[in-house]
């Protein structure tokens, strides 16, 4: 039975990280210790629900929650330091702290350390999300106890509207550049005063302006969408800022 720690301090334990082509050792307090931190804890690096939409969700809503708050958003598993620096590299996780439970005491220690030994995982975390302030627990969303692995509650929208409940999660944002283009350089450089992050795919990396024309309708860079809408080029960026971020 998994055990709701609501109320109580984190468990003490020091993790044995990588940093710099170094051991570094980071203990609770060090994470903790007179902050707000929001952690999600899963199974494990590289798995599907894992890089598909657990740690990306998180990743793409870590500046909303700290605007709200939250000095740090936490991943945790149960795999070694370099598994974890390897995993946070190849999924660009640059808003996110990916800490290693390499021999699973914080996990066990939070009553979450349970037993998939029949995937052959051997011991492994629990899904859960939780905010912590100063080292104590105010909220903690636990994954129920079913077969799989359940993703249902501890998501980074669910965390989101606990936090900052009239807070809204920013629209993905896709910018198609070429290389060499002026105004892509402007919009790139509007989108990042603006504090908004985007994808970027550039022309020449099996991408065509057939390709793009097919996408936008228009063949010049940058063709700049915004949750799935067409904001258009330069100018029309401009004046969606106006319009979008007053």
């Given at each position: 039975?998994?055990?709701?720690?609501?109320?109580?301090?984190?468990?003490?334990?020091?993790?044995?990280?990588?940093?710099?082509?170094?051991?570094?050792?980071?203990?609770?307090?060090?994470?903790?210790?007179?902050?707000?931190?929001?952690?999600?804890?899963l199974p494990g690096a590289y798995t599907p629900t894992c890089?598909?939409?657990?740690?990306?969700?998180?990743?793409?809503?870590?500046?909303?929650?700290?605007?709200?708050?939250?000095?740090d958003v936490i991943c945790l598993s149960v795999n070694d330091?370099?598994?974890?620096?390897?995993?946070?590299?190849?999924?660009?996780?640059?808003?996110?702290?990916?800490?290693?439970?390499?021999?699973?005491?914080?996990?066990?220690?939070?009553?979450?350390?349970?037993?998939k030994s029949d995937l052959g995982f051997g011991k492994r975390?629990?899904?859960?999300?939780?905010?912590?302030?100063?080292?104590?627990?105010?909220?903690?969303?636990?994954?129920?106890?079913?077969?799989?692995?359940?993703?249902?509650?501890?998501?980074?929208?669910?965390?989101?509207?606990?936090?900052?409940?009239?807070?809204?999660?920013?629209?993905?944002?896709?910018?198609?550049?070429?290389?060499?283009?002026?105004?892509?350089?402007?919009?790139?450089?509007?989108?990042?005063?603006?504090?908004?992050?985007?994808?970027?795919?550039?022309?020449?990396?099996?991408?065509?302006?057939?390709?793009?024309?097919?996408?936008?309708?228009?063949?010049?860079?940058?063709?700049?969408?915004?949750?799935?809408?067409?904001?258009?080029?330069?100018?029309?960026?401009?004046?969606?800022?106006?319009?979008?971020?007053?």
């Amino acid at each position: 039975m998994l055990s709701n720690r609501e109320g109580q301090r984190v468990p003490e334990v020091t993790f044995k990280t990588r940093r710099d082509g170094q051991w570094a050792n980071v203990s609770s307090a060090d994470l903790f210790s007179g902050k707000t931190v929001v952690l999600f804890a899963l199974p494990g690096a590289y798995t599907p629900t894992c890089s598909s939409t657990h740690l990306p969700g998180f990743n793409a809503l870590a500046p909303v929650l700290k605007k709200h708050g939250v000095d740090d958003v936490i991943c945790l598993s149960v795999n070694d330091a370099f598994v974890m620096n390897e995993w946070a590299a190849s999924q660009e996780a640059q808003n996110l702290t990916l800490i290693p439970d390499g021999n699973g005491l914080f996990s066990e220690g939070m009553g979450m350390l349970v037993d998939k030994s029949d995937l052959g995982f051997g011991k492994r975390s629990w899904r859960y999300a939780m905010l912590v302030k100063d080292g104590v627990i105010e909220k903690m969303f636990i994954e129920p106890e079913k077969e799989g692995d359940p993703f249902e509650v501890s998501d980074a929208d669910t965390m989101l509207k606990y936090v900052a409940p009239s807070a809204r999660a920013p629209e993905s944002m896709t910018m198609f550049t070429k290389p060499g283009c002026s105004y892509c350089t402007q919009a790139k450089d509007l989108l990042q005063q603006s504090g908004i992050e985007y994808e970027e795919i550039s022309l020449g990396k099996g991408i065509s302006t057939r390709s793009l024309q097919a996408v936008a309708g228009a063949r010049t860079t940058p063709q700049i969408f915004s949750g799935g809408k067409r904001v258009g080029g330069l100018d029309e960026l401009q004046t969606w800022l106006k319009e979008n971020r007053a």
